[in-house]
């Protein structure tokens, strides 16, 4: 058995961070491949980035196979998903805040939503089910006055394959 592991980052760019549910997909979706034994994320640390880690049997399967396999899941990843953070005015408590995030919650194909008192709301939803211009009408019906809106993106530094045994 040997593993490697690949940077989260080089995988799933658009992932804000490793606690997102775009990480559970991935290893959801890549454990499944013959040959892989164990997919589990490895946290980041103090100077070194998030990982996914492989476990895997190179009689079975190669190591471009698995790079190939991530990048491909990851792409199917990015391209069913995405995340925004709005910035609205109006909210002036948490427990407004929590009446606003069931809301949002309930649209379909949100994944996942957060809402702050301090007026962030960030939202993950499957792009195939709702966009961008659905989750901002549901937010005015809210009577929120929308800031701000921005796709949610991990700031991508140097990436990297790291190969151990």
Known sequence: MEKTKINLDVILPDVPDEKDACVDRLISLTKKQKGIEQVHLVPAKEGRKAQVC????????????IERLARDAGAEITEHYSHLLIEVDSIREMMEANVIENQLKKLPGVSDVSVSAT????????????????????IIREELKIRSVRPVKRKTEEAHV???S
């Open 54 to 65: 492989f476990h895997y049997n190179p009689d079975i399967i190669s190591l471009d196979r």
């Open 119 to 138: 007026g962030n709301i960030r939202i993950e939803f499957e792009q195939s089910k709702i966009n961008q211009q659905q989750i901002q009408n549901a």
């Open 162 to 164: 790291q190969m151990q």
